[in-house]
Nanobody, 116 residues
């Protein structure tokens, strides 16, 4: 059975940093294209916007709004996918999900709230 479990969310002031981590079981991130997505209120999880993704070949892609503030990485030994977020803005407030989207595999999400 496949599970993705996110951690690291919380409440932070604007300009602060958070590091999200996603631990996988039943799959290996080393052999999957995976990414981080975020869902705002009123949006269905499956329509969540991509934040960043990392291919099997370790090629990272970022959405423009990350503006060099976010960095995605993978630890193959720990089988985790991390998202380092810096200089957070109130607009970054959302539920963040780890996902292997093309296989419809999602974690339970972790709330990130940025106060102004």
């Amino acid at each position: 059975q496949v599970h993705l479990v996110e951690s690291g969310g919380g409440v932070v002031q604007a300009g602060g940093s958070l590091r999200l981590s996603c631990a996988a079981s039943g799959i290996s991130f080393a052999f999957e294209d995976a990414g981080w997505y975020r869902q705002v209120p009123g949006q269905q999880r499956e329509n969540a916007e991509r934040v960043a993704s990392l291919s099997i070949g370790n090629v990272a892609m970022y959405e423009q709004f990350t503006k060099g503030r976010f960095f995605i990485s993978r630890d193959d030994a720990k089988n985790t996918l991390d998202l380092q977020m810096m200089n957070l803005e109130p607009e970054d407030t959302a539920v963040y999900y780890c996902s292997v989207r093309h296989r419809a595999i999602w974690g339970q999400g972790t709330q990130v709230t940025v106060s102004s």
